[in-house]
């Protein structure tokens, strides 16, 4: 009954940008933290953005590797979290994952896939050279 369907996956080169949606529905998800992890082919996952829930703003963390170049979102009614990506880089490529957990915990512990209770299917991006 709760589901989280990410969207917006595909093929670019190298420098070019996408944006990842991921559309959370069967509960209120109002005090959750929205992450993004990905997992490229024989690898294991990883995380890459997270964004908490507050009352005047919503704290985001990032992983290195895409400081800078990757934004996290999420609108007002915390159903619906995306991930601007720009300056894209082969390294970039995997399967991204969005996810849900209560917001409870210090940033930190996002890093972490234990937090996060629902979990999509993936969305493929592919970052040619």
């Known amino acids: 009954q709760v589901k989280l369907v990410e969207s917006g996956g595909g093929l670019v080169q190298a420098g070019g940008s996408l944006t990842l949606s991921c559309a959370a529905s069967?509960?209120?998800?109002?005090?959750?933290?929205m992450g993004w992890f990905r997992q490229a082919a024989g690898k294991e996952r990883e995380f890459v953005a997270v964004?908490?829930?507050?009352?005047?703003?919503?704290?985001?963390a990032y992983a290195d590797s895409v400081q800078d170049r990757f934004t996290i979102s999420r609108d007002g009614a915390g159903n619906t979290v995306f991930l601007n990506m720009n300056s894209l880089k082969p390294e970039d490529t995997a399967v991204y994952f969005c996810a849900a957990g209560p917001s409870d915990y210090s940033t930190s512990y996002y890093y972490k896939q234990d937090p996060y209770e629902y979990w999509g299917q993936g969305t493929q991006v592919t970052v040619s050279s």
């Open positions: 964004i908490r829930w507050g009352a005047s703003s919503f704290p985001r």
């Open positions: 069967g509960r209120t998800f109002e005090n959750y933290a």
